[in-house]
């Protein structure tokens, strides 16, 4: 006897993987049961547009630091996943000011679910293995300034 998974089934189950092995907090499945989605709270984000998430991506590596980060296909943006941010930050318009932006608490952050087409894991989460939020900002500014050494903005 062959057993069938739906996709609704599938979303589902890695939405609960999401939450119990990654330690995300708040995840969900919305919108007609495809969308997985976290609140943001016991994790943050920063959103961050291409070549500067690329410089980012680099010092990450070159720290030999590990977070989750997600591709958004259709504006090639990268979301990085980081713990949680501090309520009050310096970062907000600094990381603004280089087309960054942090995810407040509440705010939901997609995640890539099984056949999604929009976003996908470029650093796929490992466990609750993840930078914290103000060492990547401060990773984020620092990128900018080797961008622009670099010939970029």
């Known amino acids: 006897m062959t057993t069938t998974v ?11 993987r999401y939450q119990e092995i990654n330690g995300m907090g708040s995840v969900e499945v919305a919108f007609g049961d495809d969308r997985i989605i976290l ?31 997600i591709e958004h296909v259709r504006t090639g943006s ?15 318009n600094a990381l603004f000011k280089h087309f960054a ?14 056949g999604d087409e929009l976003r996908n894991w470029l650093d796929a989460s490992d466990g609750t293995l993840r930078v914290d939020f103000d060492d990547l900002a401060r990773i984020t500014i620092e990128a900018t300034a080797t961008g ?6």
Request: aromatic share 2%; proline share 9%; hydrophobic share 45%.
């Open 39 to 69: 609140r943001a709270g016991a994790v943050a984000g920063i959103r961050i547009l291409r070549p500067l998430a690329d410089l980012v991506r680099e010092e990450l590596r070159r720290r030999d630091l590990r977070t989750p980060t």
């Open 101 to 114: 932006a942090r995810t407040v608490i509440g705010s939901l952050i997609a995640l890539p679910g099984p």
């Open 78 to 92: 990268l979301m990085f996943i980081t713990n949680a941010a501090p309520p009050k930050t310096p970062w907000d």
């Open 6 to 16: 739906s996709a609704a089934d599938m979303v589902h189950e890695l939405a609960a």
């Open 148 to 153: 622009r050494q670099h010939g970029g903005r």
